[in-house]
């Protein structure tokens, strides 16, 4: 367990450099919020399967985003492969999120740097702010669950320079037995944080760790560039060709509701809403990604619904159902009852004797 943790730490600290060193701000932080946008997580229970694939989100509705620098949210820096679709839905246990982005291919095994990155972020706290990943505003040395209480956030960020494509990684029974967020496998990591300089694998923290947090995300990842769809090995790295034109696609899964006791999941609730941002990093012109390869879908929170199912739905389908039935039972009926008179007019014509006045 002492290892598995000194790896926990490891990769926490390679994250977090990055975290924070994409948000060394330069100046006054300007924001124009959209109000306009927002994304719905529709209950289409049984459409999708976990597997990094986009096909079988066809049909399900995409919110799109133009990426902008997370430090100077100005549309004329912003991300130059595209935008970012985001879909959502759920199934009333679990919900489910594709973020696809176009982009050259581009991976080199064993660095994450070198390869696109993704984050997804969740206002837990009620103070939390999207700028500054929850805006508490302790030093690091004195950030912890007392001083920085209603600044938590939520966050999964995924780095694929160990992952394989079409592979699920995120929460296992190794790291989940060691009770903290981590992932050493693919390093798709369940994190909380209370600003840039505070954050820790779930479980984690300067004043003790609690090993009753688990890592609640499952992943997998994608490039239209692929040519199988049967399934990769490491030994097939790096999968494609570098430089091929297409869509990345990021595919991730968790239960509306965790048994976080700790202030570190968001918990979702059918009929309600979250707030939520989407992160993008991609090493452009070759450079591996950091401070300005950070990208995000805007520059604040974006309304996330998980609405019901529909159950004026069911009752329309219903209400059908029973209408034809009973009007095919009583089509049924007066056809019936025709052949039944014509049957017995047959019946009694036949048998009828007829009258013929005899002559004396």
């Known amino acids: 367990m002492e290892q598995s943790l000194l790896l926990s730490i490891f990769l926490l600290f390679s994250i977090g450099i990055q975290f924070v060193s994409s948000h060394q701000e330069s100046g006054n932080w300007h924001c124009e919020t959209d109000e306009v946008s927002r994304i719905s997580a529709e209950f289409r229970p049984g459409v999708v399967t976990l597997d990094g694939h986009a096909d079988d989100w066809e049909n399900i509705e995409g919110f799109e985003f133009s990426l902008l620098p997370a430090l100077d949210p100005d549309h004329d820096h912003e991300y130059k492969g595209g935008k970012m679709t985001v879909k959502a839905l759920h199934d009333g246990k679990d919900v489910y999120f594709l973020l696809q982005v176009d982009g050259e291919y581009v991976y080199k095994k064993g660095n994450d740097n070198n390869c696109p990155s993704v984050a997804l972020m969740f206002q837990v706290g009620e103070s939390a702010t999207y700028h500054s990943m929850g805006g508490c505003k302790q030093s690091p040395d004195a950030c912890n669950k007392k001083t920085c209480r209603g600044h938590e956030v939520d966050i999964m960020h995924f780095s694929i320079g160990n992952a394989i494509p079409g592979r699920l990684y995120g929460g296992n029974p190794v790291d989940n037995r060691d009770g ?8 798709l990591v369940d994190l909380y944080a209370w600003s840039p300089h505070c954050m820790n694998l779930d479980g984690v923290s300067s004043t003790g760790n609690d090993t009753s947090a688990q890592n609640d995300w499952r992943g997998a990842w994608w490039h239209s560039s692929f040519s199988t769809h049967s399934g990769y ?34 918990q979702f609730t059918v009929g309600q809403s979250s707030k939520f941002s989407a992160a993008f990093w991609y090493p452009e012109d070759g450079n591996p990604w950091h401070g300005s390869g950070h990208y995000t879908i805007g520059c604040d929170w974006v309304p996330l619904d998980v609405p019901p199912g529909s159950s004026a739905g069911i009752k329309v389908v219903s209400r059908s159902s029973w209408d034809a039935a009973n009007g095919f039972a009583f089509l049924l009926s007066v056809v019936s009852f025709g052949v039944s008179f014509f049957v017995a007019y047959w019946v009694h014509k036949k048998n009828a004797i007829s009258f013929q006045p005899i002559d004396l």
């Open 180 to 187: 903290n967020g981590g992932d050493r496998f693919g390093h």
């Open 233 to 266: 090995s490491e030994e097939d790295s790096p999968y494609s060709t570098k430089g091929q034109k297409g869509t990345f696609y990021f595919e991730f899964s968790r239960a509306l509701r965790t048994m976080d006791r700790l202030q570190q999941d968001v």
